[in-house]
């Protein structure tokens, strides 16, 4: 049986001032289809966040829907699809019914019957040849009850476990350890936040700050293999091989722009995986950047050569200069002003003052105060911001509520 894992395509997502990434997500879906054909994969496994947001636009829905249209022309007689925190459940699962028809199958959320989350996937001679734990994004709902006035550290043992007792309790359905024993391969799937692992920018916060982190000897030794979203770095999870993060197929942050973008080919054999293979996603598009002195930075952009890409690159430009923030603004438009769009285009800017150091006493220069836009903070940032015109002592209180309405929205 020859699978493939992917996770976090966050279609739909708008770019810093609201840029459009469909024709990226278009790129890499056309070259997962060619992929899933050339490299003849039975099992398509996508690991959550499907969407960037809840309520998808009408792109968003039509790449996804034209994808699985798309897979119908290929080897692959199935697709697993689960939720991740990003995603609405609602939004998932209400075609459920409809594409299991195309042995589509979709688990948004923690379905009210436990053993759900349990699919048998045939082979090509039509016998069990794969069991596949679906497990999706748990929320807070399905790890914990409520206690009240608990405390933080009470509150993050009691996700901790939860996740953890979550994937025991799918190591004991009867149906998963009797196929197990009758030599079928088992693949778990989750949507969560390991310990040890190695976030980026993008990624939202979830369980509060991420404290119902997990670690690999959580997964029982049951689950041949472990295929996990929501972080957007390609990584093992422990120094486990059979326990990864597929990672993002496109950069979502300009955190990224060093990271390998990849999907993980598996090939099950002999009731466990025989082996592993990383295949690199080719890009369409080019995050850059260029952090440094003046003359430096505009030198890079002036220089750049965006060959090999289909799509004009996104640069992220910081500065760090003596000079005042309208000199480097002037100078820097100037540039900006000449360069050709298609080839490379500026998304962010910042400029870092340096000073001179001065003698006890001395009175420092004025110079306006170093503004920053909105689209440089996340959510968390802007309220921690807010945070500072209350009482110390409520602003714990205050942050960890603010975290769990984040991730319920």
Same mark, same amino acid.
Request: net charge negative; aromatic share 6%; glycine share 8%.
């Given at each position: 049986?020859?699978?493939?894992?992917?996770?976090?395509?966050?279609?739909?997502?708008?770019?810093?001032?609201?840029?459009?990434?469909?024709?990226?997500?278009?790129?890499?879906?056309?070259?997962?289809?060619?992929?899933?054909?050339?490299?003849?994969?039975?099992?398509?496994?996508?690991?959550?966040?499907?969407?960037?947001?809840?309520?998808?636009?009408?792109?968003?829905?039509?790449?996804?829907?034209?994808?699985?249209?798309?897979?119908?022309?290929?080897?692959?007689?199935?697709?697993?699809?689960?939720?991740?925190?990003?995603?609405?459940?609602?939004?998932?699962?209400?075609?459920?019914?409809?594409?299991?028809?195309?042995?589509?199958?979709?688990?948004?959320?923690?379905?009210?019957?436990?053993?759900?989350?349990?699919?048998?996937?045939?082979?090509?001679?039509?016998?069990?040849?794969?069991?596949?734990?679906?497990?999706?994004?748990?929320?807070?709902?399905?790890?914990?009850?409520?206690?009240?006035?608990?405390?933080?550290?009470?509150?993050?043992?009691?996700?901790?476990?939860?996740?953890?007792?979550?994937?025991?309790?799918?190591?004991?359905?009867?149906?998963?350890?009797?196929?197990?024993?009758?030599?079928?391969?088992?693949?778990?799937?989750?949507?969560?936040?390991?310990?040890?692992?190695?976030?980026?920018?993008?990624?939202?916060?979830?369980?509060?700050?991420?404290?119902?982190?997990?670690?690999?000897?959580?997964?029982?030794?049951?689950?041949?293999?472990?295929?996990?979203?929501?972080?957007?770095?390609?990584?093992?999870?422990?120094?486990?091989?059979?326990?990864?993060?597929?990672?993002?197929?496109?950069?979502?942050?300009?955190?990224?722009?060093?990271?390998?973008?990849?999907?993980?080919?598996?090939?099950?054999?002999?009731?466990?995986?025989?082996?592993?293979?990383?295949?690199?996603?080719?890009?369409?598009?080019?995050?850059?950047?260029?952090?440094?002195?003046?003359?430096?930075?505009?030198?890079?952009?002036?220089?750049?050569?965006?060959?090999?890409?289909?799509?004009?690159?996104?640069?992220?430009?910081?500065?760090?200069?003596?000079?005042?923030?309208?000199?480097?603004?002037?100078?820097?438009?100037?540039?900006?002003?000449?360069?050709?769009?298609?080839?490379?285009?500026? @998304?962010?800017?910042?400029?870092? *003052?340096? $000073?001179?150091?001065?003698? /006890?006493?001395? #009175? !420092? =220069? %004025?110079?306006?105060?170093?503004?920053?836009? @909105?689209?440089?903070?996340?959510? *968390?940032? $802007?309220?921690?911001?807010? /945070?500072?015109? #209350? !009482? =110390? %002592?409520?602003?714990?209180?205050?942050?960890?509520?603010?975290?769990?309405?984040?991730?319920?929205?």
């Amino acid at each position: 049986m020859r699978v493939l894992h992917t996770a976090d395509w966050h279609l739909g997502q708008r770019f810093i001032s609201g840029h459009e990434r469909t024709d990226e997500h278009r790129h890499f879906l056309d070259w997962l289809v060619e992929t899933v054909r050339t490299q003849r994969v039975e099992v398509l496994v996508i690991a959550g966040d499907i969407f960037d947001t809840g309520s998808p636009s009408n792109q968003a829905l039509e790449l996804y829907y034209s994808f699985l249209l798309n897979m119908r022309g290929t080897s692959c007689r199935d697709i697993v699809v689960v939720g991740g925190n990003h995603d609405s459940p609602a939004t998932l699962n209400a075609p459920a019914r409809l594409l299991r028809h195309l042995r589509v199958h979709v688990v948004g959320c923690v379905p009210d019957c436990f053993e759900d989350q349990v699919l048998v996937l045939d082979d090509a001679t039509g016998k069990p040849g794969l069991v596949v734990c679906a497990v999706p994004f748990l929320r807070d709902r399905d790890v914990r009850l409520s206690v009240p006035g608990e405390t933080a550290e009470e509150r993050e043992a009691r996700i901790k476990q939860g996740i953890a007792d979550h994937y025991g309790r799918m190591a004991e359905v009867e149906q998963v350890w009797q196929l197990k024993d009758l030599g079928l391969p088992v693949l778990a799937t989750g949507h969560l936040y390991a310990a040890g692992a190695a976030p980026s920018d993008s990624e939202r916060t979830i369980h509060v700050g991420n404290l119902g982190q997990i670690t690999a000897d959580h997964f029982p030794a049951i689950f041949d293999y472990v295929a996990l979203g929501h972080l957007h770095r390609p990584q093992r999870v422990g120094g486990r091989e059979h326990i990864r993060y597929s990672g993002s197929p496109i950069p979502l942050s300009f955190s990224e722009v060093d990271h390998p973008k990849e999907v993980l080919l598996l090939e099950f054999g002999g009731g466990k995986l025989q082996t592993l293979e990383a295949l690199p996603v080719p890009g369409a598009r080019r995050l850059v950047r260029f952090h440094g002195a003046l003359d430096e930075v505009v030198l890079l952009l002036t220089s750049y050569d965006n060959s090999g890409y289909a799509l004009p690159a996104w640069a992220d430009v910081q500065i760090h200069s003596e000079l005042t923030q309208l000199e480097v603004a002037e100078a820097l438009l100037k540039v900006i002003k000449d360069l050709d769009r298609k080839q490379l285009e500026v @998304l962010a800017r910042r400029h870092f *003052r340096l $000073v001179k150091l001065r003698a /006890l006493g001395d #009175e !420092p =220069e %004025a110079e306006a105060p170093l503004t920053r836009s @909105l689209h440089d903070f996340t959510e *968390r940032e $802007v309220f921690e911001q807010r /945070l500072e015109a #209350e !009482p =110390e %002592a409520s602003r714990a209180d205050l942050l960890r509520t603010f975290d769990e309405l984040l991730e319920r929205l």
